[in-house]
């Protein structure tokens, strides 16, 4: 019996950081996919809007099987929050952070998915959500780790330093596009942090979201479906030729069903699973191994440059997030 739940315990024990590492490599391949479909010239509204249907489709199964009938439950007050909730958090940061990705590198654009829960923090403080604990050891910590972090945004964005050239690139589809990047990076930068910025006002307000409606795949599912239709919406204001809406038997259909499945419902899954056994505070202890994963496989396959200052400033990314997420995370014990 012993010998059983001692399986079961090592079992457990290598499947929830195992769960982690797949979201991580599953964010990757979302990003470097993307960023290849932009670079080709996809309409960016038509990539939202076909990645959310398809989400919602994905998800759709998971609602039936953990939260039947509770699809009624739904007020219309309820759907208000969700119709807010998808434009918040779905249209206006991702239409935004593809916007950015367009401009810069896969590389650098990922910095900015990393750096929302501090920018949440900061949020949070300004609107007195969250107080500033100076005289603690977590609260200087959370200091020091917003100050590398944000250190290490500019570095990479500023110093470039010596490039390396490690291998040769297996696709060499932006070869040519490096210049137009580097000129780009500006704009790209200011995009990226109004994304994050939006993403970070989407965690504040999802706590409210759960209270009217605390059904997670339910509301996931209506939240991918809204988003789908508010995206379509604004693409075909934007662009009504048929052309920017066509799909074939192309990267753009991998891109989109790659999105949808495992960067949407397959994250979405394992994240919640994960929440379950080891609590809110672990999964983002994983987020900067995106970081990681998306520096090296862009050089390996798109040819993304790898400078001396992108090591740095990547670096320093890392240890102030991870020096952040370990102080919140012991104030959330302490409380």
């Not at 038509?46 to 007020?75: C, H, N, Q, T």
């Not at 994960?274 to 970081?291: C, E, I, T």
């Amino acid at each position: 019996m012993d010998i059983n739940v001692g399986l079961t315990t090592a079992s457990a024990g290598w499947k929830t950081p195992l769960s982690m590492v797949l979201v991580q490599l599953f964010n990757t391949g979302m990003i470097l996919l993307s960023k290849v479909s932009i670079g080709g010239g996809m309409f960016i509204f038509s990539l939202l809007a076909y990645r959310s249907f398809f989400g919602a489709v994905f998800i759709l199964p998971f609602a039936l099987l953990y939260e039947r009938g509770k699809w009624r439950d739904m007020s219309w007050g309820a759907f208000g929050w969700i119709f807010f909730n998808a434009f918040i958090g779905y249209s206006v940061p991702l239409s935004l952070y593809y916007y950015g990705l367009r401009d810069t590198t896969a590389s650098y654009a990922v910095i900015f998915l990393n750096i929302i829960p501090l920018v949440t923090f900061m949020i949070s403080l300004v609107l007195r959500m969250e107080t500033l604990r100076i005289s603690t050891a977590a609260g200087s910590l959370k200091i020091v780790g917003v100050f590398l972090s944000v250190g290490g945004t500019m570095l990479i964005s500023l110093y470039k330093g010596k490039t390396l050239h490690l291998w040769s690139p297996i696709f060499e589809y932006h070869k040519d596009k490096q210049l137009e990047v580097a000129s780009n990076q500006l704009r790209g930068t200011i995009i990226l942090v109004a994304s994050s910025f939006a993403f970070a006002c989407w965690y504040i307000i999802q706590s409210k979201v759960l209270k009217v409606y605390p059904h997670k795949y339910w509301s996931s599912m209506l939240t991918c479906l809204v988003g789908g239709f508010q995206t379509a919406l604004v693409g075909i204001i934007l662009r009504t030729d048929k052309s920017a809406w066509k799909l074939g038997w192309d990267l753009n259909l991998v891109t989109i069903l790659y999105s949808g499945a495992l960067a949407t419902a397959a994250r979405y899954s394992l994240n919640s699973w994960v929440v379950s056994k080891r609590g809110p505070a672990y999964p983002p202890m994983f987020s900067p191994l995106s970081v990681v994963f998306t520096v090296v496989l862009s050089s390996v396959f798109i040819g993304d440059h790898i400078t001396i200052g992108s090591i740095l400033g990547t670096t320093t990314v890392i240890v102030g997030l991870y020096i952040f997420l370990w102080a919140k995370s012991k104030e959330v014990w302490q409380t």
